[in-house]
């Protein structure tokens, strides 16, 4: 096996200085002036009668991050041949590595919902790619200041690619405190897999415990499908209701039951009042229920439920309506809430963000903070609550959002980027001077989103503007 | 570098060039025509001559199980090939029997092995539906990589040592990866009569440097095509299914 010292260079990298690293590969700062950011080579560990996983994950990674972009990844700088030195070279990622974080735990309730928004939001862009993570945990993640960063894709899945280390496997792979219990099962393909660790990290973060041990057996590892951990409030009673919901849901094993987008998750922990706080199952069933359970023959598989891909195809996860209530509920109001429902069906458990803006004329200024204003906001909520009302949508499917601002379009961009909405779709008056001149509000926003949106016009009836023949 | 292959053209005019024209804009350093020139379609003579002559530019062409049923006046077959068989030794010239017995069951060229069928008895045909299909392909050559047609469904089959092949249906225009470790056995999907659920053509891209394989996808003109069968008085199941791909 080659001996690596600093001062060797490899392929133009000059190894500077040795990292602390895990038993699969070494981890060396390094330099190459062909980068303008700085560098990491990671080595995998290949001896000869050794682990062959080792091989096979590093052949995973090297396809996969070379494919990943954004900043919730390590760039990709280089990779080297196998019949010569295999290795990768990426970025060197700053910051606070979570594996430290965690030690830490439990952590005060902002913080906790500030880490899981972070990682929420990575795996969004992530799952985005058409990867699925597999092995997240605390020592995978750094809290840079660009926001959370992923490392280590060695396990990791692609939808376009062949699943080369699964093929090779029949235990199951992944860390035995945080996979997922369809994962345990040998299914890889399903991004609800890392919403799942998501939701044991934040477990740890909010209680100090991590939900399943570590159990070194797949024995061990198979008794979440049955065993649900102890809710986390009963570890930790400052956990608050809405934030143990969402842990729950995340670790929900019937994948019918868990999140199935890294985006609500997120728009969740940023939005504690939308949500629905379900009444706890009565755990104990007495002890007939009990003996009857254990002479039920289940079937693993359909403990862990459908995989989420089926609904996540379908149609977009969070849609935006953005409905101008300011003079009551009009024709186009009306038409806005025929295309929502319209765009809601592609999906059954699509969720809808209401989304009214209150126009303020100062910036900074609180108007709601007074008697008058206060009045305003109430009386938006509750028309807006009136309009969507026709949709029949369940409380965990919609909710309300009466935004002030000075520039409505502005608002309405910032709320979906921040919310990793999937679809927007906002009303278009009919043309007039003014709006020539300013610009509307609709074309700001095809101009700026992020996403897919939909304009809604009536049609007009009149026949103005049209030159006699 | 770059190759392009092109398998199962069977006489179809439309296809082949619209492929050729793809295979231009994209450049290619080796381009191969993995048999297969004839049989089912309306065009041989057209195909056998454009093939001929990108042999003498360079192309590398081996022989097809069509082929060699033209050439040899074979009769062992499906009733709709056997038709169209003998519907093509009608329009042939003995230049064009020539050309086509002459071809080679395979070749290889650096680590690339090109047959027709399998790399099992390349001249019985097997067909290579299967991971056990597959491995015996790959048993009988020690090639990294394998490239055949025969079957019109594209798949790659990547094998690494005492393991199993590992099936994998590669998307179209979507790139695969060639990978180090393994070694590989390409199937190409079809040029002239895609039986995969997609009626367009269907050839093998590989870039060497990136270590990546795509199954290129090109519509053409199929009605076209099927007009020309039909008026050739050719089998209209032969016609319908360049329509649906099957």
Same mark, same amino acid.
Request: proline residues 6%; glycine residues 8%; charged residues 25%.
């Given at each position: ?31 190459? &002036? ?6 990491? #080579? ?31 990844? &390590? ?81 990791? *899945? ?56 570590? &159990? ?7 008794? /979440? ?14 956990? &608050?209701? *809405? ?11 019937? /994948? ?31 002890? *007939?229920?009990?003996?009857?359970? #254990? ?48 765009? #809601? ?41 009136? *309009? ?47 709006? /020539? ?33 | ?246």
């Amino acid at each position: 096996m080659q001996r690596f010292e600093a001062g060797t260079v490899i392929d133009g990298f000059e190894l500077v200085e040795k990292l602390p690293s895990g038993g699969m590969a070494s981890l060396w700062r390094v330099t190459n &002036p062909r980068y303008d950011f700085p560098l990491v #080579l990671k080595i995998p560990f290949l001896d000869p009668g050794g682990d062959v996983s080792v091989i096979l994950g590093f052949e995973a990674e090297e396809l996969i991050l070379k494919r990943l972009s954004g900043p919730h990844v &390590p760039r990709f700088a280089a990779s080297g041949s196998l019949a010569r030195v295999p290795y990768i070279a990426m970025e060197f990622v700053a910051g606070s590595g979570m594996a430290g974080i965690v030690g830490n735990a439990p952590l005060p309730v902002d913080e906790v919902a500030t880490i899981g928004t972070e990682i929420a939001r990575a795996l969004a862009a992530l799952h985005r790619q058409k990867v699925v993570h597999l092995d997240l945990k605390p020592e995978n993640i750094i809290l840079a200041k660009r926001g959370a960063v992923l490392l280590d894709f060695g396990l990791a *899945w692609h939808a376009e690619l062949p699943d080369l280390l699964g093929a090779e496997s029949s235990v199951p792979m992944g860390t035995a405190a945080y996979i997922a219990p369809e994962q345990v099962l040998g299914e890889r393909s399903d991004p609800a897999s890392d919403l799942f660790a998501l939701g044991c990290i934040l477990y740890q973060l909010a209680t100090g415990e991590e939900p399943f041990g570590r &159990p070194a057996t797949f024995a061990g590892m198979k008794r /979440r499908l049955y065993h649900a951990p102890k809710p986390p409030r009963d570890i930790n009673e400052t956990v &608050p209701r *809405w934030l143990e919901a969402i842990i729950l849901r995340c670790m929900e094993v019937d /994948r019918s039951q868990r999140y199935a987008e890294a985006a609500h998750v997120l728009s969740d922990l940023k939005n504690p009042d939308q949500v629905v706080i379900a009444k706890r199952k009565p755990r104990d069933e007495g002890l *007939w229920a009990a003996i009857a359970k #254990l002479f039920r023959k289940t079937d693993d598989r359909s403990l862990v439920g459908r995989s989420t891909s089926s609904r996540t195809h379908a149609g977009p996860s969070i849609v935006l309506a953005a409905v101008d209530l300011a003079n009551g509920g009009d024709a186009l109001a009306g038409e806005v809430l025929n295309e929502t429902a319209r765009v #809601l069906a592609s999906r059954e458990d699509s969720w809808l963000a209401c989304v009214t803006v209150l126009k303020t004329e100062i910036i900074g200024g609180t108007p709601a903070a007074d008697e008058t204003g206060r009045s305003v906001y109430l009386k938006r909520l509750v028309a807006m609550k009136d *309009w969507a009302r026709p949709l029949h949508l369940p409380e965990d499917r919609i909710s309300y959002h009466v935004l002030e601002a000075v520039s409505p379009a502005d608002a309405i961009l910032n709320y979906a980027e921040h919310n990793d909405v999937g679809h927007i779709v906002v009303g278009a008056r009919a043309s007039s001077v003014i709006r /020539r001149h300013l610009g509307s509000v609709s074309t700001k926003v095809v101009a700026q989103a992020l996403c897919s949106v939909s304009v809604v016009r009536l049609k007009t009836v009149e026949e103005q503007g049209r030159q006699p023949l | 570098m770059r190759i392009a292959i092109l398998s199962d053209i069977h006489a179809n005019r439309e296809a082949f060039d619209a492929v050729l024209e793809v295979v231009h804009e994209r450049g290619s350093d080796e381009l191969v025509l993995l048999g297969d020139l004839v049989g089912y379609g309306p065009d041989p003579i057209y195909v056998v001559e454009r093939a001929a002559d990108l042999t003498a530019q360079g192309a590398l062409c081996i022989m097809g199980n069509h082929d060699e049923a033209v050439a040899r006046n074979l009769r062992d077959m499906t009733e709709n090939a056997r038709f169209a068989v003998q519907w093509t030794r009608k329009c042939l010239a003995p230049a064009h029997f020539d050309f086509l017995a002459r071809l080679p069951l395979s070749l290889q060229s650096e680590d690339r092995l090109y047959v027709h069928a399998s790399a099992e008895r390349p001249g019985k045909w097997p067909y290579i539906r299967d991971v056990d299909a597959a491995e015996r392909c790959l048993a009988s050559t020690d090639a990294r990589f394998i490239f055949c047609g025969h079957t019109h469904i594209p798949a790659i089959y990547y094998t690494l040592p005492v393991r199993r092949p590992m099936h994998f249906q590669p998307l179209d225009n979507v790139a695969a990866p060639l990978s180090e470790l393994r070694r590989h056995l390409v199937i190409a999907g079809a040029v002239g009569q895609p039986r995969d659920g997609n009626p367009a053509a269907c050839f093998v891209l590989i870039d060497t440097e990136r270590r990546e394989v795509t199954m290129v996808r090109v519509p053409y003109d199929h009605e076209e095509t099927g007009r020309k069968i039909q008026a050739a008085g050719l089998p209209g199941w032969l016609g319908m299914r360049l329509r649906i791909g099957r």
